[in-house]
């Protein structure tokens, strides 16, 4: 689905609102952020960024460079890090703006080289086979249409390489993520103001169950590696039920071997 040029100036807009334009150190220490208002959300995502580190990145490493496709890549503090590590690393966003889309990538680059590629999910510009490692990096819940989005990232993916996913919400039931979905509308007014409408327009798919991931691309086998996280998000669960609120999305990683 084509999304109008007006979510994106909206979600940069409102992405910097919330205080995601790093520079300098603080963008450089990414996903270790250990200070600010965002530190506590990177305390989340950098677990899981060890978590494919180890479970995901170390395996396959050996005496030649990975080619790895970050896609959501942002910022590209990834392929930073995988750049760091010697690997050939691209950055793949259909964001280039300079709050944390590609257009903030420029000192990072310069530091530890790795490519950056303007181009949809739906469409990506890569022959069969091209990459070692795909991984969705906060990002499959921005799809909108999931069979179609992973089976451009399995084409790409050479036999015996590896899809991942880390830090998209998933539900165990699909209930509560349409119901996470109703409440973003609900209190869009209060959370995007008047860019409400413009940021609730597109069609993403929001969040994933581990049914809808199995039946996307028949044949891939996922595998769940739940992350240890800090206390307080470990303890969401509980509280939800204590609130007789809908349960909470977990982030974890997600792999599937291509066959």
Known sequence: MEVASDFYTEYARHREQEGRALRGTALKSLPYLRSGRLARQWDVRARTFDA???????????????????????????????????????????????????????????????????????ALPFG?????????????????????????????????????????PFYRRRSDGEAMIAEKRIQGRTNFGDAADVLLSPNFIEYLTPQSLVAAVPGLCWKRHRVLYPLWYELRPLLARLKCARAPSRFDLWTADIP
């Open 52 to 122: 494919f580190v180890s479970c995901v990145v170390k395996p396959f490493e050996g005496s030649s460079p990975l080619d790895i496709l970050d896609l959501g890549a942002g910022n590209g503090w990834l392929s930073y890090r995988m750049a760091q590590r010697g690997h050939r690393a691209v950055a793949l966003d259909i964001r280039n703006d300079s709050v944390d889309g590609l257009g903030a990538a420029a000192e990072l680059v310069a530091e530890a080289p790795f490519d950056c590629v303007g181009a949809p999910f739906e």
């Open 128 to 168: 069969r086979g091209r990459f070692d490692i795909t991984l969705f990096n906060a990002s499959l819940h921005y799809a909108s249409d999931l069979a179609e989005v992973l089976g451009e990232a399995v084409r790409v993916t050479r036999r015996g390489g590896v899809l991942a996913i880390m830090d998209s």
